[in-house]
């Protein structure tokens, strides 16, 4: 749900947010899979890569043009950064310990000299891996309120796989996007 669409019981209250968002380009290709894997009317015709492609850059969207979303948490962020934490998921691959650090710092729960020594923060990131989900009974089959399946909420996970689907004319296209409605913001993506 974008932040401008919180509820004021939410936007308002001592509750803190963790905003976690993957680059654009690996974004669209997961939802793209996703809405392949959760077809909802077994009649209903699919999208092809390109027209779903095209309504992405449009910003046609359920939640949203994905840079809107992602700039309400992100201004939300460097507003309130008490409130408002601002993940990338490319960075929490790159280094989920000091992640997971961050995050219990930012609940008010930072681990103590004893629980880093004992290794508590590699554990919970070995715990909370995409693989270690992924693997879990409960993500590998079932489905959720009947509509979606489980399994589709974890694919791959890999950074940078959008190269493996989207054309160079197309990547080209949403790094223009990125480049012109995050321009000024502070918010950057490596592509």
Request: proline residues 4%; glycine residues 6%.
């Amino acid at each position: 749900m974008p932040f401008q669409r919180l509820p004021n019981s939410i936007r308002e209250s001592e509750c803190r947010i963790i905003y976690i968002c993957r680059n654009p380009l690996d974004q669209f290709v997961s939802l793209h899979h996703f809405f392949l894997e959760n077809k909802t009317e077994k009649d209903a015709e699919l999208l092809a890569i390109d027209e779903a492609f095209d309504m992405f850059c449009q910003g046609i969207q359920s939640f949203g043009p994905f840079w809107d979303h992602m700039l309400g948490y992100w201004n939300a962020h460097l507003k309130n950064p008490e409130k408002v934490l601002f993940l990338k998921y490319e960075d929490l691959k790159e280094d989920i310990s000091s992640h997971v650090k961050k995050i219990a710092e930012f609940m008010g729960f930072p681990f103590s000299a004893e629980e880093e020594n004992q290794g508590m923060m590699e554990q919970i990131s070995r715990l909370c891996s995409f693989e270690n989900l992924k693997n879990l009974e409960v993500n590998k089959s079932g489905n959720l309120h009947g509509l979606m399946k489980n399994s589709s909420f974890f694919r791959k996970g890999e950074v940078g796989d959008w190269v493996n689907y989207l054309t160079p004319e197309m990547a080209e296209r949403i790094k223009n996007l990125m480049e012109s409605k995050f321009q000024g913001s502070g918010l950057i993506f490596k592509t």
